[in-house]
């Protein structure tokens, strides 16, 4: 009986242990109908913006305290918000073509976080993996959490991600038909 009985505090102990680490990380799914990811790309000429469509994504916290998150786009849902009619189909076309992202060989993009530094109320230096055409590189950002939302800019130099077409990288004398090579991530998280 006493043998039952030290058997079962046991059990109730490693139960309520494994209970108390489980608790103590919090992973946040973030909700994609209500999130959103604007980019906005320049060239000498002007500028175009557009969205992504976020279809999975997850902020993991310890102790209200940021310590990691991970994303993924959907490339294919890329479309172009400054444009209408017969310009903004072939914007997207060529957007979504071999020239830029090469949708149909990388329909994914991703972001992994490797390191969440705070660094002031409610803010946090980020330093991810982001792939973007199968290629990974580094990037770090600022992100700020407000009770179920969070946001960040980010800035992303497509040359990095073999993204070649009228960059000034890659090739000479563009002039005006030059494209920059970095472009800006809004980033408006709900969960």
């Given at each position: 009986m006493k043998k039952?009985?030290?058997?079962?505090?046991?059990?109730?102990?490693?139960?309520?242990?494994?209970l108390a680490v489980a608790s103590e990380g919090d992973k946040k799914e973030v909700d994609t109908k209500k999130s959103t990811v604007t980019w906005k790309a320049y060239?000498?000429?002007?500028?175009?913006?557009?969205?992504?469509?976020?279809?999975?994504?997850?902020?993991?916290?310890?102790?209200?305290?940021?310590?990691?998150?991970?994303?993924?786009?959907?490339?294919?849902?890329?479309?172009?918000?400054?444009?209408?009619?017969?310009?903004?189909?072939?914007?997207?076309?060529?957007?979504?073509?071999?020239?830029?992202?090469?949708?149909?060989?990388?329909?994914k993009a991703k972001l992994v976080f490797t390191g969440v530094s705070p660094n002031g109320k409610n803010s946090y230096e980020v330093t991810g993996d982001l792939t973007i055409k199968g290629i990974t590189k580094s990037i770090t950002f600022d992100l700020s959490v407000y009770g179920s939302k969070a946001t960040a800019s980010l800035k992303v130099d497509r040359a990095q991600y073999d993204v070649r077409y009228g960059s000034g990288s890659f090739f000479e004398n563009l002039g005006d038909k030059t494209i920059y090579d970095e472009f800006d991530l809004v980033v408006d998280l709900e969960f």
């Open positions: 039952n009985r030290l058997n079962l505090v046991l059990a109730l102990l490693f139960a309520a242990s494994g060239k000498v000429t002007g500028s175009h913006t557009g969205t992504v469509t976020l279809t999975s994504g997850a902020l993991e916290f310890d102790n209200e305290v940021l310590t990691g998150g991970e994303f993924t786009v959907d490339m294919t849902s890329l479309v172009s918000t400054d444009l209408e009619g017969e310009y903004k189909g072939k914007l997207e076309g060529h957007l979504k073509s071999d020239d830029f992202f090469s949708v149909a060989n990388f329909p």
